[in-house]
């Protein structure tokens, strides 16, 4: 297994503001305005920072404050690219561009399996997740005409594998008899209300949490990958030892002081 240790959260210091340029988004809640892949944010300035950062809530940039790349942009800026950036190179531009959500599926990929080798309970699998984060690592590091030839969806599909079974032995004895046997994956929860729920060691993989009420619940333990919490509440929610809480589910949800939150994620700064 690699000794190497991968920033899976955002350098902007070290990246050529990928998001900012290679990314299309749409006016919306979420934008303020419409931009086009590969056009530069009007806020992004020369020195690739953002002109209205601190204040991007307030000027309609919601969307950009609950991205996560997982480190991918400066992996790609710094490592695929070897530090020339779009700017200097504009020959070069729209192959960043391409690889940059590539490598950043890699890298949450990466930052997943991390996750799983940590847990005591996935202690029989370590040597699966070892090879499998090795290998994850081997192709981040593919040149950037290799890494377009990936086949990204067979390769998380044998990820995805190992990620249910660290799932199964993680949520193994935890909450309830009933709550272990609740397997409410890819289900549609949209504005449902949990407040108060005992929801200790369910199964919400892929589940459609969207605005729901989960004030004061109990998640511990709970299987959250790929969940979406777009304005979900989860003020008094205990999230302890929840597995695969991503810092994009965290950031894109509403929370409070009294959110117990597993130590993989922070506590977002528009909570407060």
């Known amino acids: 297994m690699s000794n190497t240790t991968h920033n899976l959260r955002a350098d902007c210091e070290n990246c050529f503001a990928l998001c900012c340029v290679g990314l299309h988004f749409a006016a919306s809640v979420d934008f303020a305005v419409d931009k086009l892949a590969g056009t530069p944010c009007t806020n992004l300035q020369t020195d690739y920072r953002c002109g209205v950062h601190k204040k991007l809530r307030q000027e309609g940039y919601k969307g950009c404050t609950v991205f996560e790349c997982y480190g991918a942009g400066q992996?790609?800026?710094?490592?695929?690219?070897?530090?020339?950036?779009?700017?200097e190179s504009p020959e070069i531009a729209r192959e960043m561009y391409d690889v940059f959500p590539i490598m950043q599926e890699l890298h949450e990929i990466l930052s997943y399996l991390t996750e799983a080798r940590t847990k005591e309970e996935t202690i029989t699998i370590h040597k699966e997740l070892n090879h499998a984060i090795d290998e994850t690592e081997r192709l981040t590091m593919l040149s950037s005409d290799l890494l377009l030839e990936l086949n990204i969806p067979v390769h998380r599909a044998r990820v995805n594998l190992l990620l249910a079974k660290t799932s199964e032995l993680v949520r193994k004895d935890k909450g309830?008899?009933?709550?272990k046997k609740k397997d409410r994956s890819r289900a549609d929860l949209l504005g449902a209300n949990l407040r108060g729920a005992d929801l200790r060691g369910v199964n919400f993989r892929?589940?459609?949490l969207i605005a729901a009420n989960l004030q004061n619940a109990d998640m511990r333990h709970a299987d959250l990958i790929g969940a979406d919490f777009r304005d979900a509440n989860l003020s008094g929610a205990d999230l302890t030892g929840a597995i695969f809480l991503t810092q994009v589910q965290?950031?894109?949800a509403k929370g409070n002081d009294q959110t117990k939150l597993p130590s993989t994620v922070m506590r977002p700064i528009h909570w407060t």
């Open 176 to 179: 309830s008899t009933s709550n």
């Open 250 to 252: 965290v950031n894109s």
């Open 75 to 87: 992996k790609v800026s710094q490592v695929t690219f070897k530090g020339v950036s779009w700017r």
């Open 206 to 208: 892929g589940a459609y």
